[in-house]
């Protein structure tokens, strides 16, 4: 019986059996280039399939075959030997059948307590104590608050109206600024388990220790009554774990593009600390409804790599009004060593952002355009591979990460 032939009898694989061969449990002859399997590669394959039904190893099996063809099975001794390892065998199974049956049982716990987590959930909104200030972007005056819905100490419908004609709705606790519409959206958001699988864990691992190194030096700040600004939080956004962690009696702002991604940071920083004072704005293009000079801390997680990629403008001049003659900024970037062709592809698929954004420079411009100076710049490491959304990454170039705190 030829390969093929043998192969098709037992419904099996022609590169299954030339890897049986190779590892000695098939034996058959060989004709010319051709191999040949007689009755007793037949007895032979049975026996490997009633035993892989019975979830022995290729090891085990090997040495069940090993052993008959030197006894045949014939005398008590060993069959009782061969009964030996088939009970070896069964207990075994029974030690991993009560390992599995334990697992399943703690799965039926976890998937019911994730149940309870997502069934509960504090309905949070705009704090009111925050209300003072809203300040519109055009004429710069004071927002007042109009067909509110307040539950406890939290706005969570209505809308921000100026007299200029400027109006802001407020949808679930989130503010939707008027320029949301029409702004430049990334296709994902850090959330979306289809980004997730786009991003490799070297480059989640790399952004993780961006977020630890701001956590440290956040860490020794007071943030008392402070105003905390995180803009274009899609692409990634500092830990809620981390971020409640620092300061209760600050007021945190995020900024972002899309609806779905606020409302998701929304209900996780709200699991870690639902007392936490947070404003959620969707806003593209920084012209922020707040009053000039209330920001006190800006947070910089890829946020500004974010922006220039679709805005041919630097984030932090447009955010200077925003800013006070004390306010810092933590953060980190990422960029390209001068001449990478992924600055090249960058231009080419991102036409209408900054033509420094990803370069070295651009940190610099960027400061210097609302007024800051570096105080720490560290380079923590880099990726030659970070995934298919970071989509004009050139394989195996270095896309480096360095972090750093700044202050007017």
């Known amino acids: 019986m030829k390969i093929g032939e043998f192969a098709k009898k037992f419904d099996v694989t022609v590169d299954a059996i030339r890897h049986y061969i190779e590892i000695g449990l098939l034996i058959p002859t060989k004709e010319g280039s051709h191999y040949s399997f007689g009755p007793t590669c037949t007895e032979d394959m049975e026996l490997i399939i009633k035993l892989k039904q019975l979830q022995f190893t290729l090891q085990e099996i090997h040495k069940v ?97 100026c007299e200029c004609g400027y109006e802001a709705a407020i949808k679930d606790g989130i503010i939707v600024t008027p320029n949301s519409s029409a702004s430049p959206q990334n296709e994902f958001y850090i959330y979306d388990q289809q980004m997730i699988e786009m991003i490799t864990p070297g480059f989640i691992s790399l952004l993780e220790k961006g977020n630890q190194w701001i956590y440290k030096r956040m860490l020794k700040a007071d943030f008392t009554d402070k105003v905390i600004l995180e803009t274009n939080v899609e692409t ?14 600050a007021l945190y702002i995020f ?69 006070n003659h004390r306010t810092k900024v933590f953060g980190y970037h990422i960029f390209y060593e001068s001449g990478a062709r992924s600055s090249g592809t960058l231009r080419d698929l991102y036409p209408n952002g900054h033509p420094d954004n990803l370069q070295s420079k651009f940190l610099a411009k960027n400061l210097s355009s609302g007024g800051f100076v570096e105080d720490e710049y560290e ?9 298919g959304y970071i989509d004009y990454h050139e394989q195996d170039e270095p896309l480096l990460c360095a972090a750093y705190v700044a202050t007017r």
């Not at 830990?239 to 209760?248: F, I, N, R």
């Not at 380079?379 to 995934?387: H, K, Q, S, V």
């Open 379 to 387: 380079l923590i490491g880099f990726t030659a591979n970070p995934g």
């Open 65 to 161: 075959l090993s052993l008959r063809r030197i006894t045949h099975f014939v005398d008590l001794e060993e069959v009782d030997y061969y009964l030996k390892v088939l009970m070896e065998k069964k207990q075994v199974l029974l030690k991993e059948r009560d390992q599995i049956d334990e697992a399943i049982s703690m799965l039926d716990e976890k998937i019911n307590s994730v149940h309870l987590m997502n069934r509960s959930s504090a309905e949070m909104g705009i704090p009111l104590s925050s209300l003072s200030l809203f300040y519109c972007p055009r004429c710069h005056e004071t927002l007042h608050v109009t067909d509110a819905f307040i539950k406890g100490q939290h706005v969570l419908k209505g809308s921000f109206r």
């Open 236 to 249: 990634y956004v500092f830990p809620p774990k981390l971020l409640c962690s620092l300061s209760p009696d």
């Open 255 to 323: 900024c972002g593009n899309t609806m779905d991604m606020l409302r998701k940071l929304k209900r996780k920083i709200e699991h870690f600390n639902p007392a936490l004072k947070v404003i959620y704005l969707v806003n593209s293009q920084l012209d922020l409804p707040l009053k000039h000079g209330s920001i006190d801390v800006v947070i910089d997680v890829l946020s500004f790599n974010d922006f220039s990629l679709f805005n041919n403008k630097l984030p932090l001049e447009l955010l200077a009004p925003y800013c």
